[in-house]
C-alpha cells in the first residue's frame, strides 16, 4: 500500500501520462478543422481543409451515402474514378469535369426573377 503522504505525487503522475496519451491519440487520429456554432444552436458539420467528394444513392428505398478524400488541385491529375457494390449492383462512379477555383456570377435568364442592383462604392 501506497503512503497517504506520496498520493499527491501518484497522481501528478498519472495525470501527466492520461495528458500525454491523450495528446498522442489527437495527434495520430484527430482531425483538424473549425465548427460555427452560434449560441443556442446545434451543429453536425465542421469546416476542414481537405476535400471531399460527397454523393448518395437510394437503392430499395435505402439511403446510402459515400464521404471520399479526394485531392483535387489546378495543377494535378483531377481524375476519379471508383466502383461500389451496393446490394446486388455495382455503381460506377466517375468525376467529368473539374472547374479550378470558381468563382460566382450572376447570369442573366429570360424566365428568372428580378434581382436587387448591387452598387459597390470605391
Not at 96 to 116: C, H, Q, R, S, Y
Amino acid at each position: 500500500m501506497i503512503q497517504q503522504k506520496k498520493w499527491a505525487i501518484l497522481t501528478f503522475h498519472a495525470a501527466i501520462i492520461v495528458i500525454l496519451a491523450g495528446a498522442g491519440v489527437t495527434r495520430y487520429f484527430g482531425t483538424e478543422g473549425m465548427m460555427h456554432i452560434r449560441e443556442g444552436d446545434a451543429s453536425n458539420t465542421f469546416l476542414s481543409s481537405e476535400s471531399y467528394l460527397k454523393f448518395e444513392t437510394i437503392q430499395d428505398g435505402k439511403k446510402y451515402q459515400f464521404d471520399e478524400l479526394v485531392e483535387f488541385s489546378t495543377l494535378g491529375n483531377n481524375d476519379f474514378n471508383n466502383s461500389y457494390i451496393i446490394g446486388d449492383n455495382e455503381v460506377n462512379v466517375e468525376v467529368l469535369d473539374f472547374i479550378p477555383n470558381p468563382t460566382k456570377a450572376i447570369v442573366e435568364d429570360e424566365k428568372g426573377e428580378p434581382m436587387i442592383k448591387i452598387v459597390m462604392g470605391g
